[in-house]
């Protein structure tokens, strides 16, 4: 069966599971790759060290 979706969680959204959908999307493109946060933090940016 394998996996076919993957969903990276953090607090924001708005940096680091972003970040790592992306790359994650780069390297499984077959996959089903989204990310999502557990707070709502509207109109933030990401860190500009990020």
Same mark, same amino acid.
């Given at each position: 069966? %394998? $996996?076919?979706? *993957? +969903?990276?969680? &953090? $607090? %924001?959204? *708005? &940096?680091?599971? @972003?970040? /790592? =959908? #992306?790359? +994650?999307?780069?390297? #499984? @493109?077959? +996959?089903? *790759? =989204?990310?999502? %946060? $557990?707070?709502? +933090? *509207?109109?933030?940016? /990401?860190? =500009?060290?990020?």
């Amino acid at each position: 069966m %394998g $996996i076919k979706n *993957i +969903l990276v969680v &953090c $607090i %924001g959204n *708005i &940096c680091r599971s @972003p970040m /790592a =959908e #992306y790359f +994650l999307k780069q390297q #499984y @493109p077959q +996959l089903n *790759i =989204e990310s999502a %946060g $557990i707070s709502g +933090l *509207i109109g933030h940016q /990401a860190d =500009e060290k990020a």
